[in-house]
């Protein structure tokens, strides 16, 4: 129980050293670790072998200080993305921490999964004690507190990061708390890409009518553009705020604070500051008329072009039926809602996000064409779970479905009793 408990339910009973020998997990709080940081990466080249050698420095440094402390506070745990296990032992061998098994496959992705990590190298921490998430960016914490001085990197609120000086794209500036009582979007983009570009445009007319429409909102513009006078240029066709381009540490912090992994994009903040969600892009973009503003995330969705990317995210329960029957996505939407609700509710109570995204798919090009790419019969209603990331399905091809159905089908899943089926 306890803290062994919660950091073996995430990494396993046992882990391995440079030199092969197994150390126990339970063994870490013994040491003193109350950090743990996940380092997925691949042993050879590029942007993980420059990555391992900044991090070995970093844990070196912060080690011997610990040390000195009387206690080991951090540890890493090195999850592979090598095939081959030639490569990672070489590559595990040179490390100066420690490493999940190599035959451990399994546990291997559903960590991929668990935290949803989509580029590598990545590097998450996590609380020792509880395996709650504290940081997901821990490349930006070795590269702004190389010292370690901030440890143990957990989020702070936003007031608290965001704060000093915004600008308006007239040169005036305004103090960070006229953010406070807003809702507040804030918006990683950039002029380069172009993705960004056309979300912009959409952005410009939302902020509008969401104004027109009384409601207090601003949009906080972080940008990563590659020079001031490009942030200047894009800038200058936006109507809201921004953080100053040269206050790199400033928007370093807000990256970090929100574990951005790519752009454009929107996070939609409450009066309070706490996440109302992360898919503002996707939202903004299904509700041109904004009639659903503050988006608050609704516990099944029905898919459509603009949302089909969050399919890439994790495991998602896909519930494919036959939109020529009016009723039909609706009835399924019923159906699956109170399952996706006590879901939701069970994980946001551990501070954890969900282990499963929940859909209907009624019949169009879109659906036909993940058909397709998943290799799914032409059979409606058709209850399936698809893992792109694990390139695995799962399927319940049944006469009727049922909640009772889709109930059991759920638990099976995340009890691991379900045999995937690749995609």
């Known amino acids: 129980g306890g803290m062994a408990g919660a950091l073996s339910e995430v990494l396993g009973e046992v882990l391995v050293a440079a030199d092969g020998e197994e150390v126990a997990v339970s063994a870490l709080a013994a040491r003193g670790v109350s950090l743990v940081g996940l380092y997925f990466g691949c042993s050879l080249g590029g942007p993980c072998a420059q990555l391992g050698a900044s ?39 040179a490390m100066p921490w420690l490493a999940l098994p190599f035959a451990d496959k399994h546990r291997k992705l559903k960590l991929w999964n668990k935290y949803r990590v989509s580029n590598i190298p990545s590097l998450i921490f996590i609380d020792a004690s509880t395996g709650k998430v504290v940081c997901r960016n821990g490349l930006l914490v070795i590269r702004d507190d190389p010292e370690g001085l901030e440890f143990p990197w957990g989020p702070k609120p936003f007031s608290e990061v965001v704060a000093g000086p915004l600008l308006r794209n007239n040169g005036q500036t305004l103090d960070s708390n006229a953010l406070e009582g807003s809702h507040v979007g804030v918006y990683f983009s950039a002029h380069w890409c172009p993705p960004c570009r056309s979300l912009t445009r959409v952005l410009v007319e939302s902020y509008r009518k969401i104004k027109e429409a009384g409601q207090k909102f601003e949009i906080l513009f972080v940008s990563a553009d590659r020079s001031e006078d490009s942030f200047k240029q894009y800038f200058s066709e936006m109507p809201w705020v921004a953080v100053p381009y040269a206050d790199e540490a400033r928007r370093s912090r807000l990256n970090r604070l929100y574990g951005i992994q790519g752009i454009p994009t929107l996070i939609v903040l409450d009066s309070k500051g706490d996440v109302i969600t992360r898919q503002g892009r996707v939202e903004v973009l299904n509700d041109i008329e904004c009639r659903e503003f503050p988006w608050h995330p609704k516990p099944v969705l029905e898919l459509t072009d603009s949302n089909a990317v969050q399919l890439n995210e994790g495991p998602c329960l896909v519930l494919f039926v036959d939109s020529e029957d009016d009723g039909e996505s609706e009835a399924a939407k019923q159906l699956i809602q109170p399952i996706a609700e006590k879901i939701i509710a069970k994980y946001k109570a551990k501070e954890e996000e969900a282990p499963l995204l929940f859909f209907v798919a009624g019949e169009d090009d879109m659906t036909d064409s993940l058909r397709d790419y998943t290799n799914l019969p032409e059979a409606a209603p058709l209850l399936t779970i698809l893992d792109m990331s694990a390139r695995a399905k799962y399927v319940m091809d049944v006469e009727e479905i049922t909640p009772e159905i889709v109930e059991a089908f759920v638990s099976d899943f995340l009890a691991d009793k379900l045999k995937p089926e690749p995609i």
Do not use: C, K, M, P
């Open 55 to 93: 991090l070995a420095a970093f844990y070196g440094r912060f080690r011997g200080e610990a040390a000195a402390a009387g206690g080991q506070r951090l540890e890493i745990v090195f999850v592979s993305a090598e095939q081959e296990q030639q490569q990672w032992q070489e590559a595990v061998r």
